[in-house]
């Protein structure tokens, strides 16, 4: 499990508006790179917070990001 690089992706798609983008327009593109495992991935392309949460995903970070998380 890759708790870090979970909150990592996280974090960008909170900061960073073109990786959102990009995220929204296909997650598993937008995840290639990234080092997480397939259960993580899998909870991404779902976009399912309770899962990530689980997998150790920021509580406050699944809330905050704008047009995925709550806002």
Do not use: C, K
């Given at each position: 499990?890759?708790?870090?690089?979970?909150?990592?992706?996280?974090?960008r798609l909170k900061k960073d508006p073109a990786f959102r983008d990009r995220f929204r327009a296909?997650?598993?593109?937008?995840?290639?790179?990234?080092d997480l495992t397939d259960e993580e991935r899998d909870?991404?392309?779902?976009?399912?917070?309770?899962?990530?949460?689980?997998?150790?995903?920021s509580l406050h970070l699944l809330l905050s990001i704008p047009g995925l998380g709550g806002h």
């Open positions: 499990m890759s708790r870090y690089e979970t909150n990592v992706v996280l974090y296909d997650p598993r593109q937008a995840l290639a790179d990234a909870a991404f392309v779902r976009w399912d917070a309770r899962r990530l949460n689980e997998l150790g995903g």
